[in-house]
């Protein structure tokens, strides 16, 4: 890495470096960049888990997981899931299913998920 690089390095915030990262991680896969999910149509998907909660959703317990790929971020809820052996924070998981929307984030409710090796590359 040449010194042009390193500062170029220094000048970026530490969110652009991990979308950076994540892009690069994740680009061999050829699947369709989060950034770029339309609503109502099938995709495959992938990213990092960056947060997992609990939360009930009309008194079911719902397993909410927001995953990113450096090009956007969505949230993947799994319904009546309070855990989901393999998944966890920081590890790298690949869902397939139909988007939607709903207050402002784009959301997969039940979708068929695979779990990726760390080094997803």
Do not use: W
Not at 32 to 61: D, F, N, Q, W, Y
């Amino acid at each position: 890495m040449g010194l042009k690089n390193i500062v170029k390095s220094a000048n970026k915030g530490i969110r652009e470096l991990d979308a950076e990262r994540l892009v690069d991680k994740f680009a061999d896969l050829n699947l369709t960049p989060l950034g770029e999910v339309a609503v109502r149509t099938k995709v495959k998907v992938c990213g990092e888990v960056k947060r997992m909660t609990m939360k009930p959703r009309s008194g079911i317990p719902s397993m909410e997981i927001v995953i990113n790929d450096g090009t956007g971020q969505v949230t993947v809820i799994f319904s009546g899931r309070r855990h989901i052996a393999g998944i966890e924070h920081g590890g790298c998981l690949a869902v397939e299913g139909v988007a939607y929307r709903e207050r402002n984030n784009t959301v997969f409710l039940n979708p068929v998920y695979t779990l990726l090796p760390h080094g997803a590359e």
